[in-house]
């Protein structure tokens, strides 16, 4: 079992969407998560990273994390073409290991 | 501000020949540094990391090393390439240990 699972998609949405992409873990044991956004042939930009439970937001961007279901989501409001990349899961357990999910890839249609 | 620095962005080797992938960091001193790969459909891979200069820890043991001669430079090198080391391999660096990645723009390898 992957520690780190994410729908591979690809997620394809309208221009203007709320947009959900979602992980799941399997070990308990976490520092804080990541979210890196890759564009084709690009390195992965961090997006943000969130230590606790609940929400944190930047902008158009909502990171929320459930430890009791093990579920973290990253939320895309008015979401653009330009936000069109692979998503990026990370979490960072204790020792500084960081386990990366595979990604999942997102379309915005105009 | 802090920038990361590789090259070259694409790359086609024989097999068997030598690798060196240069990445270098501005704006900080004294980084972590990481080697990571990443395959099509899977997370990315650490294969080293180093906490200063000389240090060089080695997470996968396979056909490739790390050195880090000055405090922001980090070269991945391999004597002989395999078809198996072909892939997108990403340079980052770290404040310390327990800060988030920022990840420059990786080389794209293939082995012929």
């Known amino acids: 079992q992957k520690e780190v699972e994410q729908d591979p998609g690809p997620l394809s949405v309208p221009e203007g969407a709320i947009v959900s992409l979602n992980c799941t873990y399997s070990?308990?044991?976490?520092?804080?998560f990541m979210w890196y956004r890759q564009y084709s042939r690009k390195g992965p930009e961090l997006l943000m990273y969130t230590y606790s439970s609940g929400n944190k937001e930047d902008g158009r961007f909502t990171a929320q994390v459930d430890k009791s279901s093990k579920y973290i989501s990253l939320f895309i409001r008015d979401s653009q073409p330009s936000d069109s990349a692979t998503y990026l899961c990370v979490r960072r357990e204790y020792g500084n290991k960081l386990v990366f999910g595979a990604g999942t890839i997102l379309r915005v249609k105009s | 501000s802090q920038t990361i620095h590789q090259w070259p962005a694409t790359l086609v080797q024989p097999v068997g020949s030598p690798l060196s992938l240069e990445c270098t960091v501005e704006g900080t001193s004294n980084p972590n540094l990481y080697w990571y790969r990443q395959a099509a459909g899977r997370g990315l891979q650490l294969l080293f990391y180093s906490v200063g200069i000389g240090q060089i820890s080695s997470e996968v043991p396979q056909n490739l090393s790390a050195s880090r001669p000055q405090d922001r430079q980090f070269i991945l090198s391999s004597k002989k390439l395999l078809l198996s080391d072909s892939g997108f391999y990403l340079c980052?660096?770290?404040?310390?240990?327990?800060?988030?990645?920022?990840f420059g723009n990786g080389t794209r390898l293939t082995v012929t």
């Open positions: 980052a660096w770290g404040r310390d240990r327990s800060s988030p990645l920022h």
């Open positions: 070990n308990s044991a976490f520092q804080y």
